[in-house]
Protein backbone atom coordinates (compact mmCIF):
# COMPACT_ATOMS: atom_id res chain seq x y z
CA UNK A 1 0.00 0.00 0.00
CA UNK A 2 1.06 3.31 -0.70
CA UNK A 3 0.02 7.02 -1.29
CA UNK A 4 1.98 9.80 -2.75
CA UNK A 5 1.38 13.59 -2.63
CA UNK A 6 2.98 15.70 -5.60
CA UNK A 7 2.53 18.76 -7.39
CA UNK A 8 4.05 20.92 -4.77
CA UNK A 9 7.37 23.51 -5.48
CA UNK A 10 8.13 26.96 -5.28
CA UNK A 11 5.80 29.24 -5.17
CA UNK A 12 5.70 33.33 -4.69
CA UNK A 13 3.19 34.97 -2.52
CA UNK A 14 0.22 34.90 -3.60
CA UNK A 15 0.30 32.24 -5.99
CA UNK A 16 -1.44 28.42 -6.35
CA UNK A 17 -0.29 24.99 -6.79
CA UNK A 18 -2.28 22.15 -6.86
CA UNK A 19 -1.20 18.94 -5.22
CA UNK A 20 -2.21 15.24 -5.69
CA UNK A 21 -2.66 12.41 -3.72
CA UNK A 22 -2.78 8.94 -5.25
CA UNK A 23 -2.70 5.33 -4.25
CA UNK A 24 -1.26 1.92 -5.11
CA UNK A 25 -2.61 -1.13 -3.52
CA UNK A 26 -5.46 0.54 -2.23
CA UNK A 27 -8.73 2.12 -3.51
CA UNK A 28 -9.12 6.04 -2.57
CA UNK A 29 -12.51 5.64 -2.95
CA UNK A 30 -12.47 3.63 0.63
CA UNK A 31 -11.37 5.84 2.93
CA UNK A 32 -11.77 9.61 3.68
CA UNK A 33 -8.60 11.23 2.43
CA UNK A 34 -6.79 13.73 5.12
CA UNK A 35 -4.29 16.18 4.51
CA UNK A 36 -1.91 17.39 6.66
CA UNK A 37 1.13 19.90 6.81
CA UNK A 38 4.41 20.20 8.98
CA UNK A 39 7.10 22.36 9.52
CA UNK A 40 10.49 21.13 10.81
CA UNK A 41 10.20 21.87 14.62
CA UNK A 42 6.38 21.95 15.04
CA UNK A 43 3.55 19.84 15.60
CA UNK A 44 1.48 18.53 12.26
CA UNK A 45 -1.17 20.19 11.30
CA UNK A 46 -4.11 18.65 9.78
CA UNK A 47 -5.96 21.04 6.93
CA UNK A 48 -8.37 19.43 4.86
CA UNK A 49 -10.33 16.32 4.37
CA UNK A 50 -12.23 14.72 1.67
CA UNK A 51 -15.48 12.59 2.70
CA UNK A 52 -15.17 9.75 0.19
CA UNK A 53 -18.67 8.33 0.40
CA UNK A 54 -20.42 11.69 -0.04
CA UNK A 55 -17.92 14.42 -1.46
CA UNK A 56 -17.97 16.34 1.77
CA UNK A 57 -15.47 18.20 2.47
CA UNK A 58 -13.50 20.14 5.65
CA UNK A 59 -11.03 22.75 5.74
CA UNK A 60 -8.75 24.05 8.63
CA UNK A 61 -9.25 27.99 9.70
CA UNK A 62 -5.73 28.32 8.33
CA UNK A 63 -6.40 27.44 4.80
CA UNK A 64 -10.26 27.88 4.61
CA UNK A 65 -11.27 30.31 1.45
CA UNK A 66 -8.19 29.32 -0.17
CA UNK A 67 -8.06 25.10 -0.28
CA UNK A 68 -10.39 22.93 -2.86
CA UNK A 69 -10.64 19.71 -2.25
CA UNK A 70 -11.77 17.50 -5.36
CA UNK A 71 -11.74 14.20 -6.85
CA UNK A 72 -10.67 12.97 -10.90
CA UNK A 73 -13.87 11.16 -11.81
CA UNK A 74 -12.43 7.30 -11.34
CA UNK A 75 -11.66 8.37 -7.97
CA UNK A 76 -8.17 7.25 -8.06
CA UNK A 77 -6.89 10.78 -7.67
CA UNK A 78 -7.96 13.61 -4.58
CA UNK A 79 -7.01 17.00 -5.90
CA UNK A 80 -5.62 20.17 -3.02
CA UNK A 81 -5.60 23.08 -4.93
CA UNK A 82 -4.68 26.00 -2.79
CA UNK A 83 -4.44 29.36 -3.81
CA UNK A 84 -3.09 32.98 -2.49
CA UNK A 85 -0.62 31.05 -0.93
CA UNK A 86 1.48 32.95 1.97
CA UNK A 87 4.91 32.30 3.00
CA UNK A 88 3.67 30.90 6.09
CA UNK A 89 2.07 27.83 3.98
CA UNK A 90 5.61 26.32 3.37
CA UNK A 91 5.94 23.05 4.97
CA UNK A 92 5.90 19.64 3.65
CA UNK A 93 2.07 18.69 2.44
CA UNK A 94 1.11 14.42 3.02
CA UNK A 95 -2.06 13.02 2.37
CA UNK A 96 -3.68 9.99 4.29
CA UNK A 97 -5.77 7.34 4.16
CA UNK A 98 -8.29 7.76 7.25
CA UNK A 99 -10.62 5.45 9.01
CA UNK A 100 -12.19 8.73 10.77
CA UNK A 101 -15.11 10.98 9.86
CA UNK A 102 -14.35 14.27 8.57
CA UNK A 103 -16.29 15.69 11.31
CA UNK A 104 -13.34 14.69 13.74
CA UNK A 105 -11.02 17.39 14.24
CA UNK A 106 -8.63 17.60 11.38
CA UNK A 107 -5.32 17.33 12.80
CA UNK A 108 -6.41 14.13 15.15
CA UNK A 109 -7.45 12.31 12.04
CA UNK A 110 -7.44 8.05 12.99
CA UNK A 111 -4.76 7.89 10.02
CA UNK A 112 -4.30 4.11 8.14
CA UNK A 113 -1.98 4.86 5.57
CA UNK A 114 0.62 8.03 5.28
CA UNK A 115 1.49 9.27 2.04
CA UNK A 116 4.83 10.20 0.83
CA UNK A 117 4.71 14.49 1.35
CA UNK A 118 5.60 16.80 -1.11
CA UNK A 119 7.21 20.19 -0.38
CA UNK A 120 5.76 23.21 -0.84
CA UNK A 121 7.87 26.70 -0.28
CA UNK A 122 6.31 30.13 -0.74
CA UNK A 123 8.75 32.83 -0.95
CA UNK A 124 7.78 36.46 -0.22
Known amino acids: VQLQASGGGLVQTGGSLKLSCAGSGLHLDEYNIGWFRQVPGKEREGIACFSSGDGVTKYAESVRDRATLSRDSAAKTIFLQMTSLKPEDTAVYYC??????????????????WGQGTQVTVSS
Open 96 to 113: AATGSSCHAPLSYLRVYY
